[in-house]
């Protein structure tokens, strides 16, 4: 059965500082991987999302994700990260029958 | 387009009523989701459909819950008799099966909670 993991429940990073986070996956055939990012009180926006070919994805806000088969692993990048980025980010993986991991929740220090 | 709209935003009520919660999804998609976000089990999906019809619904906890979609616009999740556990934030999402986009489009959620 397919699984996501995020070993992180909780960042704190610096703004202007870089970010990563961790996702690996548990999936029988090629993943379709996506991240995802909630606000307070807010629904889930997509950030990037992966099905084939280039195995590192650009999405939207600077976010980036490279997904990295012999590690099972989609991790999601942000090179200097903004107050506004401050979230819950998840990680999924499958289409119908899509699977979240727990959520990292991202603070960001002034 | 307005997105998924769900409705209402925030439900209280009381353990044994009957909740239903709704969802109209994005115009022309072909597929619905119901979630379910705690913080002891985070987002899990309930049910989905595809066209209308009922495809999965292993994640329905209890036959307390049950799902509709009577056609592609509207879909209801409804739990009779309700209990203080079913407290949660409920979502709804919508993917487009002909566009080859993939992405499911989600609501801004239902906060429920059962006294």
């Known amino acids: 059965a397919q699984s996501v993991t995020q070993p992180d429940i909780h960042i704190t990073v610096s703004e202007g500082a870089s970010l990563e986070l961790r996702c690996n996956y548990s999936?029988?055939?090629?993943?379709?991987l996506f991240w995802y990012v909630q606000s307070p009180g807010q629904g889930l926006q997509l950030l990037l999302k992966?099905?084939?070919?280039?195995?590192l994805v650009q999405g939207i806000k600077g976010f980036e994700a490279e997904f990295k088969r012999s590690q099972s692993s989609f991790n999601l990048r942000k090179p200097s990260v903004h107050w506004s980025d401050a979230a819950e980010y998840f990680c999924?993986?499958?289409?119908?029958?899509?699977?979240f991991g727990a959520g990292t929740r991202l603070t960001v220090k002034p | 387009d307005a997105g998924v709209i769900q409705s209402p935003r925030h439900e209280v009520t009381e353990m044994g009523q009957e909740v239903t919660l709704r969802c109209k999804p994005i115009?022309?998609?072909?597929?619905l989701f119901w979630y379910r976000q705690t913080m002891m089990r985070g987002l899990e999906l309930l049910i989905y459909?595809?066209?209308?019809?009922?495809?999965?619904d292993s994640g329905m906890p209890e036959d307390r819950f049950s799902a509709k979609m009577p056609n592609a616009s509207f879909s209801t999740l409804k739990i009779q008799p309700s209990e203080p556990r079913d407290s949660a934030v409920y979502f709804c999402?919508?993917?487009?099966?002909?566009?080859?986009?993939?992405?499911?489009?989600f609501g801004p959620g239902t906060r429920l909670t059962v006294l």
């Open positions: 115009s022309g998609h072909n597929s």
């Open positions: 999936y029988g055939a090629t993943p379709y």
């Open positions: 999402a919508s993917r487009s099966r002909t566009s080859g986009d993939n992405e499911q489009f």
């Open positions: 999924a993986v499958g289409l119908d029958d899509m699977r």
């Open positions: 992966y099905f084939s070919g280039d195995t």
């Open positions: 459909f595809n066209n209308n019809v009922p495809i999965d």
